[in-house]
């Protein structure tokens, strides 16, 4: 541990020795230099030119002035960011994996009736494709409906483990820096298939922890509810049937809005009766654990109703397993989960953090749901970045429950059941970023292993950086399996190739010293950068045959730890939360 | 390598039981049941079923009719298919790290203006958004030109190696099995920065045949050539400016229409004097290599044009770098090439293979340019699949080329010159796919290890399958970092259990027997699936107590070359064609 500590802190004066000298950085320059916060925090400004066309070109190109931006609420990943969020995709993926989920990739668009009729209200966030001749299609709004959607084309599979990390696509009020976007990934999981009953929502909320705890994400708490428990209610509490769902909906903004509102949308917005509205206020707020479980099964107005009966038993298994897990104490048994989705049959659930709600709440450690501003909505600019917007928070980092219908609704055969998780990684990562920046980790882009390069002899005409010398080397190392890199310069000095190899922090240098010791024998050398005066590299460093180079070099990279890799290990997993200290069920 | 043979066909003869089993192999299948043939060969049929309203859901999901079907020209890929294809990425992936690249991931959309008038012809093959208010967007084209928007949006970065897998969009006549897809994958490597001449171009050059060979893809040639020897080609026989673009794409189509054809689109529908037209043909039939390079530069009409000049002596040091890198071999020097793309400006190249050629000229070994069916357009349906239409072939697996003015049309800053190569994933996986139908290799697309199971006790009230203490053991697994499942039912029959682990080909159960060892120690059995009489699993293993399971079981996975990886090394590298095997050149 204490070698991480070494290795972390001579990183880190590296990285900020390298920051005091961003002047000499222009060589052969992996991404890394463009501070990570534009690209994370600072929504990419515009920028206008009148674009040039270029003389050797006479056609239409670049004629018109353009904006130079992302679409809105869409970003570009690059350098550190990338980096990291693909160690998050790494670590979700090998879990996944390790449950025995395989992998499925579907198109970005589908047919625009696949889509149809199956998100509620939030059907009108659908980016639909221009109508150019052929078929009408959408972009994916989720990854779980085309997974229904494959289910019911490929009749052989009656049950599957599959998971798929890719984009989705909603045009709702982004707010980038929060990591709420128009273009965001999501990583489900899910278990397709005719099982007893809980045993895949019990190990989809296994997983779940798994992920998180591995993650080192800080404070969350599952969220948990059941459709059948929530529509009970509702009937109990005498909601018509044709406003279940609408009034479903109003009940899941209760994390973001006080009851008082809530009530107002029910019954203002949506014609329900006060009376029915106080009813249900009276339950909706209720959160605990099994506690709460036990009192709802002792509540004969409740109990007494055949749907509410069968979400408690539902409920009262799934506790048992998830006691087997070892994930209980995530739990938050929560009556104003309702989640939007029209498709959910069964259990539902979504993980929250601190920075889930607004930051006007997130002060409370329990993450509350009650007594928020209103979020003022921009009502000149819809498409306005709401990341200042004290009253938008990240909002939940995953989230999903079980869908027994859906399948069923494309296809003739007999229904598949099916329960799974969404992780939002975009938000996740933002989290992630935050703790990153406040302990200021070095970081770093490039995995390169070995940089090649050359001690140049001779002056003016017979100048020579023995480029072809460096080529064959760089070649020798790419077949070796190592990564290499050299200055793609005929003849450059010593001490630029030095930097170049600093900037990208490579930790081993390939050097030819032909005066000294000809060309059949070169130099390895570990490149501790603190060791090197700025422009005054040192001059020694491990004589090695150039046959035996692939074979020496790999030598030295075994006993090195990788420092991307390593830097990662620092990043993601350094005290891991364990799920005791970071219990937040109330 | 007798041990691979043995291994391959032992699992060969796995999958052969397994075929004619399939009516036992229903419990938690993964999707390997589906023939990876179906996936990939026939494009899915359509389905046609009215879908059902679930009673607990009365909104307005699903109440039309549904064609279940993917969008024309796109496909789901899973199973074996999405096993092989992961894989081909992996060591896509793992050569552009190899020569530096870092990572860059930007949006599958971008405003329409940024992609306008950066592909010529083909612009109209362009995805739009429907406009639904706000910014009109495109889906991208290819990954080039969101590049090279990303590099002028910032200005921080003047020079950069990135790689990018990801889909492109393109409302072509698609022919799904031969990986001609309307959504497709491409796998891009670029080099952006100033640096000496053709040090970066042959870089990507060897890189390509690098990456090719280790996915030993068979015989291809990489066809070269150059934009200012075409462009000034062009202006030496006469063409006008404003037709060298035009008469440039006629020209790519020599790879696909006999010269004849060729000429006839020049002269008829874009109206080049015939006289021109036959002085182009003297020489964009031409293709060989250095000795082609020689036979220019002594052609005193050519090498006295100041733009041929330059792209001869352009070529001139690429074949000496190409000496250099060893890659030579594989190219052929060809002055029919073109490529339509408006945004190159140098060194240009397309690698083809046998395959790339339609059909009808394939059996040709080396890959002839003339003398074609013409294509049958159907008139009736520019959307239909073309896949059964002989005179298409697969086309091309890679291209790329120089464009050295793309980053300065959208930015003010000095230009930032670029060279890069994009290989077609689609396409390269249908020629492996299809020598591994050919090969019957035995396929595997779970990742599990280890199957929980246990023998049951008791029976009726009383039968006992020791659920709870599977779950367990599947959880200390899990915790252990190994890849595990379990039956989720309460009490299966032992039978059941071991066919599930036999289905997905899982390497290793761990058994509960609780009357002969009691609940503290389990057996571990190496699932040597042939050694297992149909319905009559055997009984030993090795017996180890539940405290050191994870250890014990780490153990024998490191003697174990995982399945998953094993087949894959079989898959993709048994008798890599050494270059010298393939060379195609002429």
Chains 1, 2 share one sequence.
């Not at 001749?133 to 085309?146: F, K, N, Q």
């Not at 080397?473 to 190592?482: C, E, P, R, V």
Request: overall charge neutral.
């Amino acid at each position: 541990m204490s070698i991480t500590r070494l290795f972390a802190q001579r990183l880190l004066s590296v990285r900020l020795q390298s920051l005091t000298a961003t002047s000499h950085r222009s060589v052969v320059r992996p991404v890394t230099p463009i501070s990570p916060l534009v690209l994370h925090i600072q929504p990419q400004s515009k920028i206008r030119y009148s674009s040039k066309t270029p003389k050797d070109d006479p056609d239409e190109m670049g004629k018109q002035q353009i904006t130079l931006k992302n679409v809105k609420g869409s970003r570009d990943w690059a350098g550190v960011d990338i980096a990291v969020r693909d160690k998050i995709f790494e670590k979700i993926t090998t879990t996944f994996k390790k449950h025995g989920a395989v992998s499925l990739d579907t198109p970005v668009f589908e047919l625009k009736e696949v889509l149809a009729g199956k998100y509620g209200e939030d059907s009108k966030l659908i980016y639909d494709l221009a109508d150019q001749g052929g078929e009408i299609s959408s972009l994916r709004y989720d990854l779980t409906v085309p997974f229904a959607r494959w289910l019911a084309m490929n009749a052989g599979v009656n049950s599957i483990k599959r998971y798929h990390l890719a984009k989705v696509y909603r045009r709702d009020q982004p707010a980038v820096t929060k990591g709420r976007m128009r273009e965001f990934y999501q990583c489900d999981f899910d278990i397709a298939g005719t099982y007893d009953p809980m045993l895949p929502d019990s190990e989809v909320l296994a997983l779940t922890v798994e992920i998180l705890d591995s993650l080192n994400i800080g404070e969350y708490t599952i969220k948990l509810n059941h459709r059948q428990i929530l529509d009970g209610l509702f009937e109990v509490c005498g909601v018509p049937q044709d406003k279940i769902r609408p009034i479903s909906s109003a009940v899941d903004k209760l994390d973001k809005s006080p009851w008082e509102e809530v009530r107002k949308e029910m019954t203002e917005q949506k014609g329900l009766d006060p009376e029915i509205a106080d009813k249900i206020g009276q339950f909706v707020l209720k959160k605990g654990g099994r506690d709460l479980l036990e009192e709802l099964e002792k509540t004969e107005s409740l109990a007494s109703n055949e749907t509410i009966k069968k979400g408690l038993a539902d409920l009262r298994l799934l506790f048992d397993y998830l006691d087997i897990y070892d994930v209980t104490k995530k739990i938050s048994f929560d009556l104003s989960l309702a989640r939007g989705l029209d498709y959910y049959t069964g259990v539902i659930y979504e993980v929250v953090t601190e920075l889930s709600a607004p930051p006007a709440v997130s002060q409370n450690p329990t993450i509350a749901t009650k007594g928020k501003k209103k979020a003022k909505i921009n009502k000149d600019d819809p498409d306005a970045d709401r990341s200042d917007d004290d009253t938008v928070g990240v909002g939940s980092i995953a989230a999903g429950g079980r869908y027994d219908d859906l399948v069923g609704m494309f296809s003739g055969k007999a229904k598949i059941p099916c329960v799974g998780i969404s992780f939002g990684v975009d938000r996740i990562y933002s989290i992630i970023r935050k703790r990153l920046e406040d302990s200021q980790q070095p970081l770093r882009s490039s995995e390169v292993d070995v940089y090649v390069m050359a001690m140049p002899e001779g002056s003016g005409e017979n100048k020579n950086g023995f480029l072809k010398e460096r080529m064959a080397l760089a070649n020798q190392l790419w077949k070796g399996g190592i990564k290499a890199e050299f200055l793609a310069k005929a003849c450059p000095k010593m001490q630029v190739q030095f930097k170049a190899a600093e900037n990208a922090d490579v930790p081993f240098a390939v050097i030819i010293f032909n005066e000294q010791l000809g060309l059949d024998t070169v130099r390895i050398k570990k490149l501790g950068l603190r060791d090197l005066p700025e422009g005054h590299p040192e001059k020694e460093g491990i004589a090695v045959p150039v046959k035996d180079l692939v074979e020496e070099v790999k030598k030295r990279l075994e006993s090195t730890t990788g420092i991307e890799q390593y830097i990662s290990r620092v990043k993601l997993e350094e005290n891991v939360v364990t799920g005791a200290e970071s219990s937040t069920s109330t």
